[in-house]
């Protein structure tokens, strides 16, 4: 005679359906969409090289320089006198005939316009000016102002 066996239910402890969600679907949807975003980024074409440090030796800093600045408003200053592009290029070009390069110092305010800094430094990298410094950068080290 054949003998019966039961196997004990494993479920009989559950009175209702298994509530746990299944993520796997979920997190290989995201990696797709992860891969698409990275694939449509464009790639950076445009930019504009600056050097910063003159070629050769550096020795004693040059105490003549020159500070073009640019305000909130956009407005460009040469040593404090307020000046348009025409006049700026004219006085980088009177600078950079001196027998000594000056230091040419760029200083934008903190909330002047990307577009006319990128001009600017464009301007004064096509003027030829050798030597070429940012200041007044340390102001913004503290990001709480």
């Known amino acids: 005679m054949p003998r019966i066996v039961r196997r004990p239910d494993m479920y009989a402890s559950r009175k209702r359906p298994m509530g746990e969600m299944n993520v796997t679907p979920f997190i290989d949807i995201l990696l797709v969409l992860v891969i698409m975003l990275i694939l449509a980024v464009p790639i950076a074409k445009h930019s504009t090289i600056v050097e910063l440090a003159p070629p050769g030796p550096t020795g004693v800093a040059n105490s003549d320089f020159n500070t073009v600045f640019i305000d909130d408003g956009d407005r ?40 006319q800094s990128a001009k600017t430094i464009a301007l004064i990298k096509d003027s030829g000016t050798k030597k070429f410094a940012f200041v007044g950068n340390e102001q913004y080290r503290i990001f709480a102002r």
């Open 76 to 115: 460009l200053f040469w040593n404090g006198r307020p000046v348009d592009r025409a006049q700026l290029r004219a006085n980088i070009a009177a600078a950079n005939a001196m027998p000594e390069d000056p230091t040419l110092r760029f200083q934008p305010a903190a909330l002047a316009s990307y577009d």
